[in-house]
C-alpha cells in the first residue's frame, strides 16, 4: 500500500474515492475454470497528493495484466481508428514529416496509430510491453515493436542505439505506469532535440465534473490534471507548449510537448493550454475542496443502476450489456451486480468472448447473440462510446429494445 505520492514522495493523506476492493479489471477468467477457479482483488482506493496535486491509487499491484494474453485490442473501435488516422494527418501536417523523420509510440498496443504513419512512408517504432497484442501489429501491419515496458533504462539503450524520435505519441499510457518519473525520464531521452512528445489521457477535471468513477482501475494508477502532468514533466526537462481538448474516454487532453530549451511553438495551441489552466484553476483543483463532493458519486449510480435493474427483472424484462471495458467491470463489481441481473455481454473482441468478466463471472459473448436472443434493454458498458454502439445496434429498435448507460447517470434511450 503506497503511503508516498509516486511523483514527489509527499505524505498522502487525502482520500478522494474508496470503491473497496476489485479484481484486476482486464484479467479475464477462462470458462471451464471459472466456477472454482480463485480470484485476487485489490484496494481501489484514490488519493490525492497535497504538495503536487497528483491524483492516484495508493495500492500498486504487479502488472500481471500486461501478459503474452492481455484483451484490450485498440483496433475493434472504429472511432478510435478514426481518431487515430485523424492525429497521424495532423501531426504529419503540423510537423512536416517526412521519410528521413521517425515516430515512436509507446504503448503502441496492436498499431493501431502507427499504421498511419507507416503508411505514409514514416518510419516507425512501437514500444508495446504485451507480446500478443505487439504480435498482431507486426503481422497485420509490419510494424515492429520492442517488447518491455518503456523506461530511463530502455531509454538510455535506445538512445545509444541512434533513436531519436521527431514525434513520440503516448496515448493513454501515462496513466498506466506505476513509475512516472522513470517513464517521463526515458521520454526525454529519445526526444529528437527539436522533437515533439505529445500525451493523450483522460481529463482528471471531466472525471470529478461528471462522476466517472468507473474509470478508476488498476491499471489506472494516476488520474491527471494539466496541472499536475506540468510539474511532471518540467521536473524533467520538458515543457507543454500545447493543448487540445477532446471528445474521446469521456473527455480527453491531448498535451503537446518539447524540450524545455526546443523553440517549438504554436499559437493556436498555446491559446488551448491558457484556456484550460484557467478551467482547473475555477475547478479549484489545486485545492480539497476541488475533490471533496466526487467521493458521493458512486454510491448514487450504484442505488441508480441497481433500481433499474430489479424493476426490469420484476416486470419480466430482459437486459444484456453490450462491451467488456475494464470502466465497466470497476462499475459492475462496485455495484455488485452479476449474472443473476445482467445474465450476459457481448464484445467484438475474440480476445475477449467466451470468457467471463472478472469478480461479476458474467459471460461474455458475440454480438450477434444480442440479435438472437432479442432483449428489452442493452446496458451499454463503454458508455464513451454510446453514439458508435448505438450504430451498431440499430436493428434492436425494430423490436422495440432499447439503450442504458449507467455514467454519468442513468439513462434509458
Known sequence: MATHCRFCNSQLEHVVVDLGLSPVSNRFRDMPSADHEGQMFYPLKVMVCDT??????????????????????????VSWLAHAKRYADMMQEKLNLGPDALVVEVASNDGYLLQYFKKAGIKVLGIEPSANVAAHAKEQHGIESIVDFFGENLGKSLREKGVSANLIAGNNVLAHVPDINDFIAGIELILAPDGTVTFEFPHLLQMLTLGQFDTIYHEHYSYLSLLTVEKVLNAHGLSVYGVEELPTHGGSLRVFAKHTNSDVQDNTLAKQLEKVRRDEATARLNSHAGYSAFAARPAQCKADLLAFLI?????????????????????????????????????LSPQKQGKFLPGANIPVHDPSVITETRPDYILILPWNLRDEIEAQLKDARDWGGKFVVAVPELEIF
Open 52 to 77: 503536487c496535486w497528483l491524483v492516484q491509487l495508493t495500492d500498486v499491484t504487479t502488472p500481471p495484466h500486461f501478459d503474452e494474453n492481455y484483451a484490450y485490442f485498440s483496433s475493434f473501435s
Open 311 to 347: 424493476e426490469a427483472r420484476k416486470q419480466g424484462k430482459t437486459v444484456c450489456g453490450y462491451g467488456a471495458p475494464a470502466k465497466g467491470n470497476t462499475m459492475l463489481d462496485y455495484c455488485g451486480i452479476g449474472p443473476e441481473l445482467l445474465p450476459f455481454t457481448t464484445d
